[in-house]
């Protein structure tokens, strides 16, 4: 709406925004929360100029909640939180693993909040899951889909550009991109998957020489593509054109090829809007593979991100036909849209759902694919995976911790950071806590500065209060301990501030903590409920 400039209808709905109240006993995805609601105030507050702090504030809150399904054991979140109870957990549909697109699609976001916030805590939790992920990640950057969110490993060798995958993908980009270019690891990760979706995932139907990218698992390729995958056209082209790739024309070859097939996908269906998938039996021509149409945007971004690359007018002619059949048989009379359970058929039946992506996206791509650049200049904007514009910042790593220190005067920044590599690194509470042999709790928001980083996983068991990595924290704080386990003083004269680049594992104590039956824990949340309830009604 701001980006079309209907303004009254953002104030009116900022009005409703003011007053959501995120304390609810409800349980939500915290990926989904995280880009859907996080992302899109954060892009509404930074869109309008960054005066309303009000904003920030709904968004902390929410935020605040989410982060609760961060206190694992790894650091790496859990799919499900819930806003009030703090409960999180993987479902039994994962086989109680992390997702990778999941998992992989929160930086962005969390790194803005912090930013806005002056408050790290954010940023580390953010950038402490993609150390997790390059320490173990394979040199191709080719990932599998699931992790535990205990040992911090992968669990199967599945990789894959649509479902449970995606965004993964498209984060190490725009990672690299949010913070001006300045943060080339990210650069470095992008390529090496770049590289590999090219050289080991793309390939050519028989006999028609459609373009696609297959799935692998269970040691072989799945030729099958989904809806979802059409994002990486987008992304390949416009990231080697941002990384400047000595392979960038065959890159962006590729990546056209991917997006014309997307337009079959939609083009060759009695209804002309595209299933949820298509396989590619044999590697040839494809077939549909499940029917339904979701209200997805991922064509669309690809033809909007290869008409501003190329400017070849072929993608607005492929992106009109297919808005134009969306629109045509998902538009409801009443008002709004809704998905359609099998798309090849002249007159499909709708589901009864509008997606919010339908709204935050696919529209936005295809009002942004016939608009004017200058409506949104990606060389100031960078677009999350929900579509929501986040501003482009050259940001030195330490900015959070400065802007921290300036705004609570809890921490003074004097001097260079120290970097530290092969240590591993404490805070005196930690430190205190593990001589005393007491797992520590996972923190409130207040003890922010004592212990953040890390906490432990109240669901499964003790967790080593030593790991960190990849982390950026003050000196005040920190003992420095060898991974022989003999804390040692600290090794310079004074640096304010420590930035860890390895750690080495402490093996978790070998007395198990008690464990809690299920029954004791429903008990203590129905105790905590009512506790709440009675506070309220005083
Ligand atoms: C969106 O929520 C995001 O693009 C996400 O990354 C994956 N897919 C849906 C829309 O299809």
Redo the contacts with the bound molecule.
Sequence with gaps: MHLMGLHDEVDSALMRIRQLDFDVDLSMSQF?AM??VVGGLLSIYELRGEKEPEIIEKVRDIADRLLWAYNTTSGVPHQTVNLQTRIHNNPDWSGGLSVL?ELG?VQLELRTLSFHTGDPIYDMKATHIMSVIRKTAPRDMLCPVFMSAVSGRWSNDHIALGALG??FY?YLLKQYLLTGKTEETYRDMFAAAMNAIVDKLLFHSIPSGFTFVAEYRRGDYYYKMD??AC?IAGTLAYGAHAIDSPRKAEVIRAAAGITKTCYLMYHRQASGVSPEYVEFPGKGDFINGAGYY?L???ALEAMFYMWRLTGEEQYRTMGWEMFQAIVRHCRVESGGFAGLREVNVPQPVKDNLQ?S?WLA?TLKYAFLLFSNESVLDLNEWVLN???HPLKIRRRDPLDVWRAYESKTGQVRWRGPAKFVEGFEVETDLMRQQRLAGRAIRPPSRDSFGSETENPGDDESGPFDPVTMVDSVIPASLVKMARSDGNVQPLPTQDPQWYITTTTTRRPAPKTPKPRVSDADRARAVERQRELRKREKQR
């Design positions: 989904e880009i859907r697109s699609t995606d965004s498209e809806h979802l994002f979701l997805r945007p991922e997606q992506f996206e995976t929900e579509a």
